[in-house]
């Protein structure tokens, strides 16, 4: 047997058409079918004869609303593209079994939702359950884009969308294997995830496991859109039991890691959603190794924009966490290291004028022998004393015991990291009359860290030392103390050290060029 041609082809797909319509003449038309395909000239030679019986399955009447309906486009269309003659031409063409027919319609319906600015009759949804349900891909391409558009632009009811029918069509087209149709139908249900009837609608139809598997698509925009309307889901208390049960969470959590920007933005923020309910805490924090904590922590350190993310809400709940946590070295190190990383996007004054700053001090004082969560705070504090006005917030909370603190840590060189951030807080301070007054009480203290800071093997501890000592010198009593430490004269040391190290690389330098 030879290769069957076109026009064979054509009938074997009307013939799976008839399958799966199941229509009262299902048998007559398999027989028909069948010796049309064995009279075609791919296997016999009388070609001629078979070929005028095959005809295009097109009704009589479809054809004259075709034409009827090519001739409004042309002359009308600007003029009154809802009439009712429209209307009806477009649900004779929309539920024709003919795909040019119905490619027609759609792509009526396109040009209307990139064009129209007026609400669409309700009327006009009733083709749209014909169109998403067609066997062509362009048809469904278009119809479904045309929907999102009419949704975006605010054209149609998106509770009456659900109400007429059409959200079984739009869910099963997620199961396309085609990008354009997922990225199209994803687009849908995010839109119409907005509403709370909607989104138990769309919980009830089972369209939450089809949306976490697009949420893993290799197609960024499928991914973006899919990831979009969970998290307008997780705005219904009944779907975030739904999405738990689903397993929504570690592929949330995994897609915080996600290239994407946009990705990052909806499953952080569906989990943010997730996270208000109390009931779900266990099963956010049930995956091992603490990944989801460490994937935050990772992506508040990202470039990502954050000034959003840092709202009086969020730095209120992270102050009250350090005042009720300050003896956990582990949440007070976490959410330490987490205002940092919101400080690195310019957020200084919302962490100023929230209790963030008075919290992140207070701990300095319970940690003392919790390495980790000292070198989260004091890098942190070290951070805000960067700032102005950060600092001067800092100052007003300063007291006597906060002051011993962080000389003693500074003092500490057995633990580098907190006693380098401990003494550029010290160093941001000076200059300050409360803070000059409350030196004073430990310049024995001070004198000392300097010293082992100006010895040390490290450029930036000699350099902070370097630094921190000019600004203390500035001080009358702080001169006298220092005169009478030599640490003038540790000071020459260093600066002999570093023009024969400069005179060293100059020599390199120069034999390199050479």
């Known amino acids: ?34 010796t049309l395909i064995s009279k075609c000239s791919c296997l016999k030679q009388n070609s001629s004869k078979t070929r005028q019986l095959y005809k295009p399955i097109l009704q009589p009447h479809e054809r004259v609303t075709a034409e009827e309906f090519l001739q409004h486009i042309e002359t009308d269309f600007e003029m009154s593209p809802l009439g009712k003659d429209p209307l009806e031409a ?32 309700v009327e006009h949804l009733e083709p749209f359950y014909a169109l998403l349900r067609s066997a062509d891909l362009e048809v469904q391409q278009m119809s479904s884009l045309s929907l999102v558009n009419f949704l975006l632009e605010g054209n149609i009811d998106k509770e009456l969308v659900v109400q007429m ?28 995830a907005v509403s709370e009837s909607n989104r138990e609608a769309i919980g009830a139809a089972r369209g939450v496991t089809p949306l976490l598997s697009l949420a893993n698509s290799y197609d ?25 049960k689903e397993g929504a969470l570690p592929v949330l959590a995994l897609l915080l890691e996600s290239p994407d920007s946009e990705v990052q ?35 508040l350190s990202s470039p990502v924009d954050k000034d959003t993310l840092a709202c009086a809400e969020l730095l209120q709940s992270l102050g009250t966490l350090l005042a009720a946590h300050k003896t956990d070295p582990v949440i007070v190190g976490h959410t330490a290291c987490i205002i940092k990383n919101l400080s690195l996007s310019k957020n200084h004054q919302r962490i100023t004028e929230s209790c963030c700053v008075e919290g992140l001090l207070q701990t300095m004082l319970l940690t003392d022998t919790q390495e980790d969560s000292l070198r989260y705070v004091t890098s942190c504090l070290a951070e805000l004393a960067k700032q102005e006005g950060a600092m001067l917030h800092m100052v007003q909370w300063m ?31 000076i200059g300050h009359e409360k803070m000059m007054l409350l030196w004073k009480h430990h310049i024995g203290e001070i004198q000392a860290y300097l010293k082992n800071f100006l010895t040390h093997q490290e450029v930036r501890f000699q350099q902070l030392g ?40 100059r020599a390199a330098m120069c034999h390199e060029d050479s």
Do not use: W
């Open 466 to 505: 370097i630094s921190t000592f000019c600004r203390l010198r500035a001080d009358p009593e702080f001169s006298l103390a220092f005169g009478k430490s030599q640490m003038a004269k540790l000071l020459e040391q260093v600066r002999q050290q570093t023009e024969e190290t400069q005179e060293l690389l």
């Open 220 to 244: 960024p925009r499928v991914q973006q859109n899919a990831v979009g309307a969970i998290l307008n889901l997780t705005q219904s208390d009944k779907i975030q039991e739904v999405l738990c």
């Open 90 to 121: 477009l649900r004779t063409l929309s539920f024709s079994e003919n795909p040019g027919l119905q490619q027609s319609a759609a792509l009526y319906y396109l040009h209307m939702s990139q064009h129209m600015n007026i609400p669409l009759p």
């Open 265 to 299: 933005y909806y499953s952080c923020a569906a989990l943010s959603n997730v996270a208000a309910n109390v009931q779900h805490h266990k099963a956010l924090l049930r995956p091992s190794d603490r990944f989801l904590l460490q994937t935050l922590i990772s992506l």
């Open 165 to 192: 029918g059409l959200l079984e069509p739009i869910l099963d087209l997620l199961e396309s294997e085609d990008p354009t149709v997922q990225c199209n139908s994803c687009a849908c249900v995010m839109t119409l």
């Open 399 to 429: 007291d006597e015991p906060l002051t011993k603190c962080l000389v003693r840590l500074a003092g500490q060189l057995e633990h580098p990291e907190p006693s380098f951030h401990a003494a550029s807080v010290i160093q941001h301070m």
């Open 1 to 34: 047997m030879g290769q069957l041609c076109g026009r064979c082809m054509q009938l074997l797909r009307d013939f799976i058409g008839f399958v799966q319509r199941m229509s009262s003449d299902l048998v007559q038309g398999i027989k028909e079918c069948l």
